[in-house]
């Protein structure tokens, strides 16, 4: 299933070696897939964000910010990229998402609401009984004015 990955970060890594290797190109494109593949919070996104060839004086006396050590550098991230999809499969996203979906929206209900409301909403979201929670939900939503409800339902939508 990594089989595509895989493959498109091989290509990336060819690329590196081409007489008119344009970084800035690559890291554009490179960063496409990374997110695609490992979400746009992935560390290695950064580490490719990171890497710019530096023409200070100093690094003019030294080779650690030439062509070919930032090459190598992104040879090594995209490398253990691939190592990974490899030896770990593809990242279970979906559920890190939805968290952040869920932290996103409760943060809302957290700026939105009272203490002693939100510590409820909290309360009432532990339930497991999905009847019950309805019901308490509904009636802890009747109890706020309409405009809170509406504060919450524009702040929900700012989030997305």
Do not use: C
């Not at 554009?28 to 990171?50: C, D, M, P, V, W």
């Not at 003019?60 to 691939?82: C, F, P, Y």
């Not at 998402?97 to 869920?102: R, V």
């Amino acid at each position: 299933m990594v089989e595509k990955e895989v493959t498109m970060l091989n290509e990336q890594i060819k690329k590196l070696d081409a007489k008119d290797f344009d970084l800035d190109a690559w890291k554009i494109y490179t960063i496409n897939i990374l997110e695609r593949i490992f979400g746009a919070e992935s560390h290695k996104i950064q580490q490719i964000k990171e890497l710019k060839y530096d023409f200070s004086s100093w690094s003019l006396r030294d080779t650690s910010g030439s062509a070919g050590s930032i090459i190598k550098t992104a040879r090594v991230i995209l490398e253990s990229s691939i190592n990974e999809l490899e030896n770990f499969g593809l990242p279970k996203r979906d559920k890190v998402e939805n968290l952040n979906a869920s932290e996103a929206v409760l943060s809302v209900f957290e700026d939105e609401l009272k203490g002693s409301q939100f510590r409820k909403l909290k309360e009432i979201l532990q339930n497991n009984d999905v009847s019950e929670k309805k019901r308490l939900l509904t009636e802890l939503f009747s109890d706020l004015d309409n405009e809170a409800k509406e504060s919450l339902l524009l702040n929900i939508m700012l989030k997305m």
